[in-house]
Each structure stands twice: as C-alpha cells, then as structure tokens.
C-alpha cells in the first residue's frame, strides 16, 4: 500500500516474507507444489491458501516452529494477522501479539471467513483521496456489518482519532441519530445548544486528526426522510478529517458516495465435492456446524448435498450459518430439501443475535417494510421470471417502470448483471413468490402476462433458427429459455393450446440447432400428454400435430426410428383431417427422409414429392431445400447419381441463400456418398472440411459426428484406410453416448470396411458385430445386412468360402439392400464362382437359397 500506516492484509505480510528472503514467485510455487497463478491469487488478498498449502508455505517461508500453528490459522482466515508475532521482513515492523480492541468498535463473536478479497477491494477503494464516503450494499444478512467491523479493525492505526461504530439498527427516527453519533463517541449533550451544533463543535476541536465512522444499517432511515443523508453530507463538507464507511441494503445517493455491493461467499460448482474447504460458503457452513457438533465432519453423501445448500443460498452467510444449525437432527440432504421448500425453515433460537436476524423471513420482512407499494408490487411481480429478465419483460409483466427498478437494484432486492440484464437472488425470489401468492387473482395474472409475453417471444425465433442469424437466435433463446419454459409450463397447465401450438416450430428447431436433443423430446412429450387427454378443437388437433412432428425429429436425430416413425404416422392423419397444409409437409418430409434411411425407397419418394409439393404451394422455402434435397438423395441411393447430385445441389443452393448454417452441414455432410460415386474425391473432402468449420464454429454436436464420418469415407474410397479409421473413430467419440442408433451403426459399418483393408481383421470383427448388434436393435434393415456383407468379407479372408458365400447371396437376394450392398455382394459371389467353379458353388447356392434372417444371424453371430 502506498501509506506505510495502513494495517497489513496477509497477502501483503506473505508478499513481504517471500521477498524478505529472496524468493521470486516462481521459486516459492515450486517448493510449495502450487502454481504461480495461485500464489498471485494469495498474495494480491484474492484467495486464501488450503491448510495443506498454508504447512507448505510455512515450511518454505522459515517460520518457526512456535509460530507454525498460528501461521497456518491466519492464513486460513481463522485468525487477524495481529496474532502473527512474527515481522514479514526488516522494512515491516512485527505487529505487537494482540492490539487492543478500540472500546468503539465491537469485539465479532466468530472470525471472518472468506471475504479477502473484499477487504482488498474496500482498502483500494478507501485509498483513494477523493473517497470519503464508501458504503457497503447487499441484500440483507449477506455480512455487511461484519465486513464492515472487520475493515474498521484492521485499518484503526489509519486514524489516530478513532474508529467509532454507530448501531442505526435500533434508531426509531432519522431525528435520533445526532444522538446515535455522540453515543458512540461517548459525548454528553448538555444546555440549550442545539444536538448537532454541539456534535460539530467535537469535530471541530476533537477529531482535527483522521476519524473513521462506521455506520450500521442505514437503510430504513433512508425512507423516513432526507434529514439522515443531509447530516451525513453536513460531516463529510464540513469536516475533511472525518471518513464514513456505511452498510446499508441501498445506497445513500449522495454525490461523494462510492458503493461497494456485497455477494455471496464462493461457491463450489457441483462437481467439486472433494474440494469443498477451499470455497468459503461451504467451509461457513462446516465451521458453524462444528459449533453445533464439535465431531461433525461431512460425508460423501453430504458433500453434494452440501454444494446444494450454498447455490440455494447463494452464499449468503446467515442463511449458510442458519442451515448449519439443523445438522445435529438432519442430514445436510434433508436440510437442502427444506430449504427449498420453503424459507421460513431457516431460524435460529439463539440469543445474541439481532431479532431481524433470527430467520431469514424476518431478515426480509425488515427489507419488505421500507419498500413502497408500487415496489413491492412490482418486486412480488419479478418473483415469476426465471433466470433473469430484461427492462421490456420487466415493466410489461411486472409494471416495473426503469426508476422503480432502478430503485430496487439500489435496495439490493433486485441484481443488474453484467450483460445489463436483471435477476433476483433465489431466496428473495422465494420470498416475493410468497407474496404474490398471497392474493392467486394477482398471481394468476402476473403469470397468465408471463406466459403470454414469452410464448409471443419464442414466434419470434422461428424464422431466424432457419436463417443466417441462426446462431444469434440461439443465444438469445438460451438467454431466455428458462422464461420460455416457465410460459410453457404455465399455458399447457392453464390449457392455452392454441398460442402453444403456434410455438412448437421455435421449440422443436431451438432444441435441434441447440443439440438438446433429450431435454427437447421431454419437453414435446408434456403437450403431447396433454392434448391427448382432452377433447380438441381444430386448433388443438393442429398443435398435437405439430408436436408429433417435432418430438419426432429429435427422435430421428437421437437415433430411434422407431419412436419417431411412429410419431410422424400418428401426426400424418392428424394433419390431414384438419387440413393443416404448412404442418403437413413438415410431416411428409420428415417421415420420408427417414423411412428411406431405412431401405423403404419408393414410399420414401412419394412422401417427399408431396411434402415437397406442398411447401412449395405454401411458400417455405426451407422445407422446398429439404424436400428436393432428400428427392435428390434417394435418386442417388437408386443409382441416379448425377441426377441425384444435382437435385442435392439445388437443395443446398436454397439453404445458402436462407443462410441457415446448420441445415447447410447437413447437406454437405449427405452429398459425400455420392461425389465419392461420382468419382470427385476433391470434392469431398472439401465439403467435409467447410461442414466441419461450420459445426466446430455453431458446436453442432451431430453434424461434427456425421461429417467426421463421411471424411472416413472419403479417405476410405481413396486408398488412405489408416486416415479413414482415425476420422471414423473420430465421428464415434463425437458421438459417444448421447447419440444412439443410425448414426452408431452407419460409422461402425464405414470403420469395419476401413480395418478389413488397413488389415486390422480382429478389430473389424469387433466393429461389425457391433454394428449388426446396433442395426437389429433399431430394425435399420439396410445396416443390418451391410454389417452381414462386412462379416462375409472377414469369412472369406479367413478362408470360410461356405459361409461368405451364403451371407453374400443372402444380401444380393434382399430387396432392403442398398445398390451398393447388393452390387458388392455379387461381385464377391462372382469371385468365388470364379475360384471354386460353377459344381460346387450350386451346391451353396441350393443350401442358402431359403435361409431364414435367423439362421443368417446365427452364422454371423
């Protein structure tokens, strides 16, 4: 610090040691085993050190053993530096064992855990000439007092005329608390002179020197009149010497102020449960807990409860200090569940704690009281948003205009994050969701407008998921979507059928580009339910339609055809009955593309042509891209490849002029199979490079999987079969466990071909019976008797001429099979013809000629 007065904070003491002894940071990290980025962390008051670091850094600092255990305590932040009688260097003087605690200032009950760098921050802050005035914000029992009591005490050798703290919490009336101040001061009012005339001739002939006033809990003064303020602007005008640091749930709005918000402890994210000490809202809870029960310690079970408890309360250390208190009769998984049933579970009996302190209800009950009618109105309103909410929402849904917001925040009920958005803290929106439900007619308004106001949204979207501002869209659906769920939610509850059904597209294709492929099949599932548990209107029959279709979609991307072909049949009659032409092609397209996946061409074709037609008479010209493009596909399957290739390429013409990213790597990723056809291997590789760059670049999971894929069979159909299996084992870890089905079995089928030719035969008799495994599972017919003609090859490498024989004449004679399939089967039955003459063959071809898929399998397996 640049004042040599000012008390040390550990950091510093820690800097100074390290320095005193010649050590660069680098030097101390290593011998310590911690990395640099740590130690900067410690030393700048940012983080405190793990008990386990804390023994290193005794070890490596020289301390003494006889200060060895205190050490470690202050580092930990169990105890002041002040216990530390043990000097940083021969420039920093050794505090004494134990300064004296000045009589105004109270001695805390328990230390202070976690807060270094906010002392950090306030003594940056109080540095600063131009500060006079510093007040500390935050929702109530968040630590301000504390915080406050604990700076005032480190920084009390700054000012020789004392530091002084002023309780306001008792103060009836801003006219009382001249009297507060002379209290605290312990001055003596005496004669006819006016109170405060008296009070500033103190300060005038008392405090020429520095003076630091700490006044406690300003914030219902604040709303009695302007005389509170106005005194605390008369002492910081009139008398230079004189600093204020103030706590107070708002701020005092005076020029000179500077305001410092107070949050929550550091939380441990959920998968730290092993780490819990080294974040300070869980080592609170633990410490106040061995309070309650000295042998406390917790268990495995505990510990993810326990991260539980600290996200609800979001670090608050009362609330933490309050759930604490229940560990002697409940598990710390049965105190996470009260409290997130309710608030009025977290009390305390204790004595010596402030009344407005005794439960977190009353905490909030004392904010409740200060607010006015518009606000808390307006405050109870906001309880309905989840995961935040912008100006717009705010004052259309709740009648939050931007001054009683504004006005909120400075009370600390409401937050303004970062990226200018504004959210509650999760147990004050408890608290107003409370209120609100106090009066269902109010409640049920608020949430009808919310539910309204962000289905309207979600319409929004639609278009711009299938265009170039796709991603964008995405992100600002993210940003929303717990709203948009919680609107959801709340219209199939109150039956608001026709506005849900006219949200389903936005849905189902923000779940498909987002790849929340799981969470979007649940979420269609709950209207399906619903709608088909009562009768339905034209309108109804429209949006059970719709939500087929789209549940079905993310069935096909997930990988089981069977639920989705089953989803699109159901909503194909839906459709058509109600004469829902824009839906019905949806669903046309849909359940072509998919059925020909399976092998079922001709029927494919036809549902595709009418889906086609039909988007074409209604203007979609997404769905003319994905109709011709999928014609184009099966013409190809068919053996019209140029044909084929042109239809595709018109498809995907489409999608680059709707500048729709997601659906353009979907066609590039397709178009592989028959360039590589069309001998235009250059080609190839090109559009899976461009579709890789476009997924990589939209974190496009599936399209990732798909064009590593079809880069292996490029590789594959050029010769480089070490490169083909690299991309193709590349495309199943994509995957990995979150996509099932086709897109497993047609990777395992491309890497058993790869390993054959790369002559890898044993793991190519692994990957084949995995695919045949995965096919049958799925009833992909097509990929069932492609891995059947994989395991023939590996039969006749092997010398099994009979069997290879049988299982390839079994796939030529399959009408699912692919062109391909059924080309490469004969061509290996007319090798063998050739190398074991016509005689012998026939006497195969009899025996296989009316094998059964069972006994087919039975030989493969």
């Not at 609330?319 to 579970?345: N, P, Q, Y």
């Not at 958005?421 to 609100?436: N, P, S, T």
């Not at 949006?543 to 279709?549: F, M, Q, Y």
């Given at each position: 610090?640049?004042?040599?007065q000012?008390?040390?904070?550990?950091?510093?003491?820690?800097?100074?040691?390290?320095?005193?002894?010649?050590?660069?940071?680098?030097?101390?990290?290593?011998?310590?085993?911690?990395?640099?980025?740590?130690?900067?962390?410690?030393?700048?008051?940012?983080?405190?050190?793990?008990?386990?670091?804390?023994?290193?850094?005794?070890?490596?600092?020289?301390?003494?053993?006889?200060?060895?255990?205190?050490?470690?305590?202050?580092?930990?932040?169990?105890?002041?530096?002040?216990?530390?009688?043990?000097?940083?260097?021969?420039?920093?003087?050794?505090?004494?064992?134990?300064?004296?605690?000045?009589?105004?200032?109270?001695?805390?009950?328990?230390?202070?855990?976690?807060?270094?760098?906010?002392?950090?921050?306030?003594?940056?802050?109080?540095?600063?000439?131009?500060?006079?005035?510093?007040?500390?914000?935050?929702?109530?029992?968040?630590?301000?007092?504390?915080?406050?009591?604990?700076?005032?005490?480190?920084?009390?050798?700054?000012?020789?005329?004392?530091?002084?703290?002023?309780?306001?919490?008792?103060?009836?009336?801003?006219?009382?608390i001249?009297?507060?101040?002379?209290?605290?001061?312990?001055?003596?009012?005496?004669?006819?002179?006016?109170?405060?005339?008296?009070?500033?001739?103190?300060?005038?002939?008392?405090?020429?020197?520095?003076?630091?006033?700490?006044?406690?809990?300003?914030e219902?003064?604040?709303?009695?009149?302007?005389s509170?303020?106005?005194?605390?602007?008369e002492?910081?005008?009139?008398?230079?010497?004189?600093?204020?640091?103030?706590?107070?749930?708002?701020?005092?709005?005076?020029?000179?102020?500077?305001?410092?918000?107070?949050?929550?402890?550091?939380?441990?994210?959920?998968?730290?449960?092993?780490?819990?000490?080294?974040?300070?809202?869980?080592?609170?809870?633990?410490?106040?807990?061995?309070?309650?029960?000295?042998?406390?310690?917790?268990?495995?079970?505990?510990?993810?409860?326990?991260?539980?408890?600290?996200?609800?309360?979001?670090?608050?250390?009362?609330?933490?200090?309050?759930?604490?208190?229940?560990?002697?009769?409940?598990?710390?998984?049965?105190?996470?569940?009260?409290?997130?049933?309710?608030?009025?579970?977290?009390?305390?009996?204790?004595?010596?704690?402030?009344?407005?302190?005794?439960?977190?209800?009353?905490?909030?009950?004392?904010?409740?009281?200060?607010?006015?009618?518009?606000?808390?109105?307006?405050?109870?309103?906001?309880?309905?948003?989840?995961?935040?909410?912008?100006?717009?929402?705010?004052?259309?849904?709740?009648?939050?205009?931007?001054?009683l917001l504004?006005?909120?925040?400075?009370?600390?009920?409401?937050?303004?994050?970062?990226?200018?958005?504004?959210?509650?803290?999760?147990?004050?929106?408890?608290?107003?969701?409370?209120?609100?439900?106090?009066?269902?007619?109010?409640?049920?308004?608020?949430?009808?407008s919310?539910?309204?106001?962000?289905?309207?949204?979600?319409?929004?979207?639609?278009?711009?998921?299938?265009?170039?501002?796709?991603?964008?869209?995405?992100?600002?659906?993210?940003?929303?979507?717990?709203?948009?769920?919680?609107?959801?939610?709340?219209?199939?509850?109150?039956?608001k059928?026709?506005?849900?059904?006219?949200?389903?597209?936005?849905?189902?294709?923000?779940?498909?580009?987002?790849?929340?492929?799981?969470?979007?099949?649940?979420?269609?599932?709950?209207?399906?339910?619903?709608?088909?548990?009562?009768?339905?209107?034209?309108?109804?029959?429209?949006?059970?339609?719709?939500?087929?279709?789209?549940?079905?979609?993310?069935?096909?991307?997930?990988?089981?055809?069977?639920?989705?072909?089953?989803?699109?049949?159901?909503?194909?009659?839906?459709?058509?009955?109600?004469?829902?032409?824009?839906?019905?092609?949806?669903?046309?397209?849909?359940?072509?593309?998919?059925?020909?996946?399976?092998?079922?061409?001709?029927?494919?074709?036809?549902?595709?042509?009418?889906?086609?037609?039909i988007?074409?008479?209604?203007?979609?010209?997404?769905?003319?891209?994905?109709?011709?493009?999928?014609?184009g596909?099966?013409?190809?399957?068919?053996?019209?490849?140029?044909?084929?290739?042109?239809?595709m390429?018109?498809?995907?013409?489409?999608?680059?002029?709707?500048?729709?990213?997601?659906?353009?790597?979907?066609?590039?990723?397709?178009?592989?199979?028959?360039?590589?056809?069309?001998?235009?291997?250059?080609?190839?590789?090109?559009?899976?490079q461009?579709?890789?760059?476009l997924?990589?670049?939209?974190?496009?999971?599936w399209?990732?999987?798909?064009?590593y894929?079809?880069?292996?069979?490029?590789?594959?159909?050029?010769?480089?079969?070490?490169?083909?299996?690299?991309?193709?084992?590349?495309?199943?870890?994509?995957?990995?466990?979150?996509?099932?089905?086709?897109?497993?079995?047609?990777?395992?089928?491309?890497?058993?071909?790869?390993?054959?030719?790369?002559?890898?035969?044993?793991?190519?008799?692994?990957?084949?019976?995995?695919?045949?495994?995965?096919?049958?599972?799925?009833?992909?017919t097509?990929?069932?008797?492609?891995?059947?003609?994989?395991?023939?090859?590996?039969?006749?490498?092997?010398?099994?001429?009979?069997?290879?024989f049988?299982?390839?004449?079994?796939?030529?004679?399959?009408?699912?099979?692919?062109?391909?399939?059924?080309?490469?089967?004969?061509?290996?039955?007319?090798?063998?013809?050739?190398?074991?003459?016509?005689?012998?063959?026939?006497?195969?071809?009899?025996?296989?000629?009316?094998?059964?898929?069972?006994?087919?399998?039975?030989?493969?397996?």
């Amino acid at each position: 610090m640049d004042d040599p007065q000012f008390p040390i904070l550990f950091g510093e003491w820690l800097k100074s040691r390290r320095k005193a002894l010649d050590l660069t940071q680098e030097e101390l990290a290593q011998r310590t085993g911690c990395s640099v980025f740590a130690l900067r962390k410690i030393e700048t008051g940012e983080r405190r050190p793990s008990k386990q670091l804390a023994g290193l850094l005794a070890s490596a600092l020289d301390i003494p053993d006889i200060h060895r255990s205190v050490f470690i305590r202050v580092a930990r932040g169990e105890l002041n530096l002040e216990r530390l009688c043990l000097p940083a260097s021969d420039l920093i003087p050794s505090p004494p064992f134990r300064l004296p605690v000045i009589h105004h200032l109270p001695l805390p009950p328990t230390p202070l855990l976690g807060r270094d760098s906010e002392l950090a921050a306030m003594a940056r802050i109080f540095n600063d000439p131009q500060c006079s005035l510093l007040t500390l914000t935050g929702v109530g029992g968040i630590g301000k007092t504390r915080l406050a009591i604990e700076f005032a005490s480190r920084w009390r050798d700054r000012f020789p005329a004392g530091v002084h703290y002023i309780p306001l919490a008792s103060i009836s009336s801003a006219e009382l608390i001249v009297h507060a101040v002379a209290e605290a001061l312990e001055l003596s009012f005496s004669g006819p002179t006016d109170p405060k005339a008296q009070l500033f001739n103190y300060f005038t002939h008392e405090m020429k020197q520095s003076a630091l006033l700490v006044m406690d809990n300003f914030e219902h003064l604040l709303a009695q009149s302007s005389s509170a303020v106005d005194l605390v602007a008369e002492i910081l005008q009139g008398f230079p010497s004189i600093k204020i640091l103030c706590t107070s749930r708002e701020r005092l709005n005076l020029r000179g102020e500077w305001i410092y918000e107070l949050h929550g402890l550091p939380i441990p994210p959920p998968g730290y449960a092993c780490l819990l000490e080294d974040y300070k809202a869980a080592d609170l809870f633990i410490q106040c807990a061995r309070r309650m029960d000295a042998e406390f310690k917790p268990t495995e079970a505990d510990r993810p409860a326990l991260i539980r408890i600290c996200q609800v309360l979001e670090g608050i250390p009362l609330a933490i200090e309050l759930a604490a208190a229940w560990v002697t009769i409940l598990s710390c998984r049965d105190i996470a569940r009260e409290i997130e049933a309710s608030i009025d579970f977290l009390t305390t009996s204790m004595r010596d704690i402030p009344e407005r302190h005794r439960s977190l209800r009353a905490t909030f009950d004392h904010s409740w009281r200060l607010l006015s009618a518009a606000e808390r109105d307006s405050l109870s309103r906001l309880s309905v948003f989840r995961g935040g909410f912008d100006r717009t929402a705010a004052e259309q849904i709740a009648g939050a205009s931007l001054p009683l917001l504004s006005s909120l925040v400075s009370k600390s009920l409401v937050r303004r994050t970062q990226d200018g958005r504004y959210d509650l803290h999760e147990v004050i929106c408890q608290y107003a969701l409370d209120c609100l439900n106090e009066d269902p007619s109010r409640c049920f308004e608020t949430r009808d407008s919310h539910c309204h106001y962000y289905l309207h949204l979600s319409t929004e979207y639609e278009q711009k998921l299938k265009s170039a501002s796709q991603q964008a869209a995405v992100h600002d659906m993210a940003i929303e979507f717990d709203n948009m769920r919680a609107a959801w939610d709340w219209g199939i509850r109150r039956e608001k059928y026709d506005l849900l059904g006219r949200t389903v597209r936005s849905f189902g294709w923000y779940f498909e580009v987002s790849g929340l492929i799981y969470d979007g099949i649940d979420h269609m599932e709950q209207l399906v339910q619903s709608l088909t548990a009562v009768p339905r209107s034209s309108q109804m029959e429209q949006a059970l339609g719709a939500s087929l279709v789209q549940q079905g979609l993310l069935y096909f991307r997930s990988g089981q055809f069977a639920r989705a072909l089953e989803r699109y049949q159901n909503a194909i009659p839906i459709l058509r009955a109600v004469n829902a032409r824009p839906l019905l092609a949806d669903a046309l397209i849909f359940n072509g593309t998919l059925l020909h996946l399976t092998g079922d061409l001709i029927e494919a074709r036809e549902l595709i042509q009418e889906g086609w037609e039909i988007a074409q008479e209604v203007n979609d010209p997404w769905f003319c891209a994905y109709g011709i493009y999928n014609l184009g596909h099966i013409d190809s399957q068919m053996g019209e490849y140029q044909k084929g290739y042109e239809q595709m390429q018109a498809g995907l013409a489409l999608w680059r002029e709707l500048g729709d990213p997601h659906s353009i790597s979907l066609g590039l990723n397709f178009l592989v199979e028959t360039q590589i056809k069309l001998g235009r291997f250059e080609k190839a590789v090109a559009s899976m490079q461009e579709s890789l760059a476009l997924c990589k670049q939209t974190k496009n999971r599936w399209g990732i999987g798909t064009a590593y894929r079809y880069l292996g069979l490029a590789a594959l159909a050029s010769g480089r079969y070490f490169d083909a299996i690299s991309d193709l084992k590349n495309s199943l870890e994509v995957f990995g466990e979150y996509f099932t089905g086709w897109d497993i079995a047609r990777s395992l089928t491309y890497l058993g071909a790869a390993e054959i030719l790369a002559d890898e035969l044993q793991e190519a008799e692994k990957t084949y019976q995995e695919a045949l495994h995965l096919s049958l599972e799925i009833q992909s017919t097509p990929l069932v008797l492609d891995a059947i003609l994989g395991l023939a090859r590996l039969r006749l490498v092997h010398g099994e001429v009979e069997k290879a024989f049988e299982l390839a004449q079994y796939v030529s004679n399959q009408a699912a099979s692919t062109l391909e399939a059924r080309e490469n089967a004969r061509q290996m039955i007319l090798q063998i013809e050739k190398q074991f003459g016509n005689r012998r063959v026939q006497t195969w071809r009899d025996s296989a000629m009316d094998q059964s898929l069972e006994a087919v399998l039975e030989r493969c397996l």
